[in-house]
């Protein structure tokens, strides 16, 4: 069975998103949250659809992409249960579900190739969290959502 997968980008990622649904359509089953075009839009808006879509089980894991994939970090890290991680590099992509068992990945189209992009979804899907000590420490920052 294919792992499930909500992708969303603003604008300044669409050409990205494109080339990730080509290369990974056949290895994952792929909902594509957006958007579809080169008009400007608010990315907080699709970071939003794809954590629902992870939160509620619909997708294993959340792709975010905007032009530097800062903002979509931002504001999905706003969404109590979500631990998105901007990766720019096949490492980080390990680490971040190893140690910080993340569960949304944010790349930004101005720095990351499609290819590259591909590999750091296929690390990131095939990596597990590791727990024992990063689990305390993952415990913490989610006791935030509680507190602030």
Do not use: W
């Amino acid at each position: 069975m294919k792992q499930k997968i909500s992708i969303g980008c603003d604008h300044g990622a669409v050409a990205l998103k494109t080339a990730l649904l080509e290369i990974l359509g056949g290895e994952y089953e792929i909902s594509d949250d957006g958007t579809f075009g080169n008009e400007s839009v608010d990315y907080p808006d699709f970071a939003e659809k794809v954590c629902s879509d992870v939160l509620s089980g619909k997708a294993s894991f959340g792709v975010l992409l905007c032009t530097t994939g800062i903002g979509m970090s931002i504001a999905a890290n706003k969404i109590a249960g979500i631990r998105a991680a901007l990766c720019h590099n096949a490492d980080c992509a390990k680490f971040s579900r190893l140690h910080n068992n993340a569960n949304v990945i944010c790349m930004g189209a101005k720095y990351v190739p499609p290819a590259l992009a591909a590999e750091m979804v296929r690390i990131f899907a095939e990596t597990q969290f590791e727990g024992g000590r990063h689990e305390r420490r993952v415990c913490k920052f989610t006791a935030f959502e509680r507190l602030h």
